[in-house]
């Protein structure tokens, strides 16, 4: 069974910054798209932040410029670097894989981690 392994969430007064961690099995961290999403009691799930299938990287427009995505492919992981957070980026904070395979695609979550930002 796969699975996503988070971390890194935490309590943080605003302004201040933190760094989420995702690691999947290599086999499959190689063939798949990668993101951050968040969801709050307000909010659908988000897509905050990923790798798309070609590489590309993408950014939620409320946190671009604040938040960085970056990859590790030799350890299958994914990091999140979010500085200057604010109240608004409270939430739940999920891995999400898409694995793409010949004819189909799986799609995998991790359990999430919580990142709450106080003012």
């Known amino acids: 069974q796969v699975q996503l392994a988070e971390s890194g969430g935490g309590s943080v007064q605003a302004g201040e910054s933190l760094r989420l961690s995702c690691r999947i099995s290599?086999?499959?961290?190689?063939?798949?798209?990668m993101y951050w999403y968040r969801q709050t009691p307000a909010k659908e799930r988000e897509r905050v932040a990923g790798?798309?299938?070609?590489?590309?990287?993408m950014y939620l427009d409320s946190v671009k410029g604040r938040f960085t995505i970056s990859r590790d492919d030799p350890q299958g992981a994914i990091y999140l670097q979010m500085n200057n957070l604010k109240p608004d980026d409270t939430g739940v904070y999920f891995c999400?894989?898409?694995?793409?395979?010949?004819?189909?695609?799986?799609?995998?979550w991790g359990l999430g981690t919580l990142v709450n930002v106080s003012s």
């Open positions: 999400h894989a898409i694995a793409i395979y010949d004819s189909s695609q799986r799609p995998y």
């Open positions: 290599k086999d499959v961290f190689n063939r798949s798209a």
């Open positions: 790798f798309a299938a070609d590489g590309r990287t």
